[in-house]
């Protein structure tokens, strides 16, 4: 269930970074990918 959660809340840095502007969004990119693939390994070494 909690997996599932991060996994949904995971793209919202990367959303943000889009539509923001200069060099840190270009980090805050980075972390909401490794956010997505660390929900996701989560979610798929619990089983689901």
Do not use: Q, T
């Not at 200069?22 to 909401?32: E, F, H, I, Q, Y």
């Amino acid at each position: 269930m909690l997996s599932m959660i991060a996994l949904c809340a995971a793209p919202l840095p990367v959303f943000l970074a889009i539509f923001g502007r200069g060099a840190p969004r270009l980090l805050l990119a980075g972390s909401g990918f490794l956010l997505v693939v660390l929900a996701y390994g989560a979610l798929l070494s619990n089983g689901h």
